[in-house]
């Protein structure tokens, strides 16, 4: 066990380090959601909070989805050298993770003195579900779609059409970001589901997606392993 959390911190270190090369992306995304946010502010309280969740749920996803990307040729060599593919996994989780929270809590902090939600608590909720729902959507899109083009369409799809539902909208129950979203709708004082659906939503959509990253890089590996032998 010791060995497993050492190696998956190691894990966490080197994919840190490859994401701060990248530091114009990273900071692309970061104000993006923020733009959108901002660009929303003036027109309604409420629609601003729902974009701007929304809005960093993109760029948790698309910062994982790069991460995965650019982690494909240290990867097989980290396997040979005894590592396993469930420390990998569990190194970037964590890491992305730590570093969605940080800045959702940022934003949640923002929005909270700038827009006076409804509900804070609410606000602060949607904000703390986003990281770990897009990071595991940014996985599994990355897992099944291992090109960056094609995989930074397939997130701006799902949360594009998300942007452009409603809460009441049945479709929500099907898309991945509907725990944050549900609480972002209650923050802004429009009707929304409970707030138990919502985080047993966010946790199982994040199971699933991760089910499915895992699944897909295994049978990646297996085919990599068989075709070498």
């Given amino acids: 066990m010791r060995l497993f959390a050492l190696r998956a911190v190691i894990a966490a270190e080197m994919q840190g380090r490859q994401l701060m090369r990248r530091r114009l992306a990273l900071a692309i995304l970061i104000a993006l959601p923020v733009a959108l946010y901002l660009a ?25 989805l790069f991460a995965v ?11 040979l050298c005894g590592f396993r593919a469930a420390e990998l996994m569990v190194g970037r989780f964590v890491l992305l993770v730590g570093g969605g929270m940080i800045f959702a809590l940022a934003a949640a ?3 909270t003195l700038a827009s006076s939600p409804i509900s804070e608590g609410a606000l602060i909720g949607a904000c703390v579900l986003v990281p770990p729902v897009a990071v595991s959507l940014g996985l599994a899109v990355a897992a099944v779609i291992p090109h960056d083009l094609e995989g930074t369409l397939v997130i701006i799809g ?21 725990g944050p979203i549900q609480l972002a709708y209650r923050a802004g004082g429009s009707s929304s589901a409970p707030v138990g659906w919502s985080v047993l939503h966010a946790v ?21 392993r068989a075709a070498a032998a």
């Fill in 204 to 224: 199982a959509t994040v199971l699933l997606l991760l089910a499915i990253a895992s699944l897909s890089w295994s049978l990646r590996l297996h085919v990599r």
């Fill in 109 to 111: 902090l923002a929005m």
């Fill in 40 to 64: 929303m502010l003036g027109q309604s309280r409420e629609s601003a909070i729902q974009f701007g969740a929304l809005g960093m749920s993109w760029s948790v996803a698309c910062a994982s």
């Fill in 69 to 79: 990307l650019a982690a494909r040729e240290a990867e097989p060599r980290l396997l």
């Fill in 158 to 178: 799902l949360v594009g059409v998300q942007l452009a539902l409603t809460s009441g909208t049945w479709i929500n129950v099907i898309l991945p970001m509907d």
